[in-house]
């Protein structure tokens, strides 16, 4: 079955950088596309970057343009979130999703 799990979240200080994973199983990786989403409790989860199969196109959401980098390795089924200049305002649970799978998500905390 699909698997989406995804590590890498934490406590960081606004200014700071961290990097997501997310490791894919039960699917042929390399060709879907795939997504990174984030959620604050009580809002609606919102798409932050997303990458074609083969990685030559990627796609941001305004809020991340320029700080976060999507990028993956088909070769460890495996996508990735860098994220840098980090804000208060990115605290969230990240999720990767392979539609219609959904990981469990990993939790992003940006406070000094």
């Known amino acids: 079955q699909v698997q989406l799990v995804e590590s890498g979240g934490g406590l960081v200080q606004p200014g700071g950088s961290l990097r997501l994973s997310c490791a894919a199983s039960?699917?042929?990786?390399?060709?879907?596309?795939m997504y990174w989403y984030r959620q604050v409790p009580g809002n609606k989860r919102e798409r932050v970057a997303s990458i074609t199969n083969g990685g030559g196109s990627t796609n941001y959401a305004d809020s991340v343009k320029g700080r976060f980098r999507i990028s993956r390795d088909n070769a460890k089924n495996t996508v990735y979130l860098e994220m840098n200049s980090l804000k208060p305002e990115d605290t969230a649970v990240y999720y990767c999703?392979?539609?219609?799978?959904w990981g469990q998500g990993t939790q992003v905390t940006v406070a000094s």
């Open positions: 999703n392979r539609p219609p799978y």
């Open positions: 039960g699917f042929t990786f390399s060709t879907y596309a």
